[in-house]
């Protein structure tokens, strides 16, 4: 497991052997966290040494991953999809959005004094940036997407204003008709660079032992809304073996005892989503950007269910739709699942 040679170089470009590297990814789901594993493995390989910063769920997760790497807590940005609108969420959380990212700046001052840091790596968290240390942003959407136009590109200066802070800007996303999302990842060119899809899930050719891998992530009550949903629906598919990792550690609040099909982990670590993956016949997820880049190269079939009024979900959703390979459920529509489980497998 490991990065590609394509993002090897790009990264190359950025750090050096003497770098002591903060790397801070936001907590929103665990998807920045785990597109940031690959590349924390690759640093404390190349670099003097790395410190990882977060909160909640994501730092958890990576403390797991690297047990002995220190680490630093951060500021919560507190986001929860309570609306079916991605605008309403912000608005109605852009206090702790803001409060949270003037925290975590000030913050970072005594942390890169406390370890010295030469070079900060920020994934989509707007606070990390320090006008004496090299301050590297990393993100896959530099436009924000929204039906209602002034509202895409007032959401884009934004995040555009933020990005500027950073000295430079990295792309997980190829350039031209390879690209994987590029009405979000094209469009800022100035200090950015492509440095490819960031994933170290690898095509193993192992049986396939699962029928339906689930995998869930994402800011809660929706996170937990799905979690719901999809028990109700898949209890009677008891013909096929079904394999849930859940994203979270707190206690599961449903009743399982009729589920024997069902195998349910709370979280796993990246070399056993590897294997699960490889292992299954059909995937249920949400499309997030990490999760597009993980099977981007497998043979799996996926099912796509966005978060409800998460456009970036929808639009990912939307062309990946395009492959025989996966095919989309609304969250609306989830008593449509079974029907378009029974056409995949």
């Not at 390989?45 to 951060?74: M, Q, T, W």
């Amino acid at each position: 497991m490991g990065l590609s040679r394509y993002n090897e170089d790009a990264l190359k470009t950025w750090f050096s052997a003497d770098d002591v590297v903060l790397v801070a990814p936001l907590n929103w789901g665990l998807g920045h966290a785990v597109r940031c594993i690959p590349i924390i493995r690759w640093l404390t390989g190349h670099c003097k040494s790395v410190i990882i910063a977060s909160d909640g769920a994501a730092l958890d997760f990576l403390r797991k991953e690297f047990p002995n790497l220190p680490y630093d807590v951060l500021p919560g940005y507190n986001i929860r999809y309570t609306y079916n609108n991605i605008v309403l969420n912000l608005i109605m959380g852009a206090y702790h959005i803001i409060s949270a990212a003037i925290k975590e700046h000030l913050l970072l001052k005594k942390i890169v004094r406390k370890h010295q840091i030469s070079v900060i790596l920020s994934d989509n968290r707007l606070g990390m940036y320090n006008t004496t240390t090299k301050s590297i942003y990393i993100t896959h959407q530099v436009n924000l997407l929204h039906p209602v136009q002034w509202i895409s590109r007032t959401g884009t200066r934004v995040h555009r204003w933020f990005i500027s802070k950073y000295d430079h800007c990295l792309i997980p996303d190829f350039g031209g008709d390879a690209a994987l999302c590029p009405a979000l990842s094209h469009g800022l060119h100035t200090n950015c660079t492509l440095i490819g899809p960031v994933t170290e899930i690898k095509k193993l050719n192992i049986p396939q032992v699962t029928d339906i891998l689930i995998i869930l992530s994402g800011p809660e009550p929706q996170r937990t809304i799905l979690e719901k949903s999809l028990l109700i629906n898949l209890v009677v598919l008891t013909e096929y073996k079904i394999k849930l990792i859940r994203g979270t550690d707190e206690l599961l609040k449903y009743d399982t005892d009729n589920t024997p099909h069902i195998s349910i982990i709370n979280t796993a670590s990246r070399k056993e989503v590897e294997y699960y993956l490889n292992s299954s016949r059909l995937l249920i997820s949400r499309p997030g950007y990490t999760s597009v880049m993980d099977v981007s190269n497998l043979d799996i079939k996926a099912i796509w269910i966005p978060t409800p009024g998460q456009t970036e979900q929808e639009y990912l959703a939307d062309r990946l739709s395009y492959s025989d390979k996966y095919s989309i459920v609304r969250q609306n529509e989830i008593n449509n699942l079974i029907k378009h489980i029974k056409l995949m497998i």
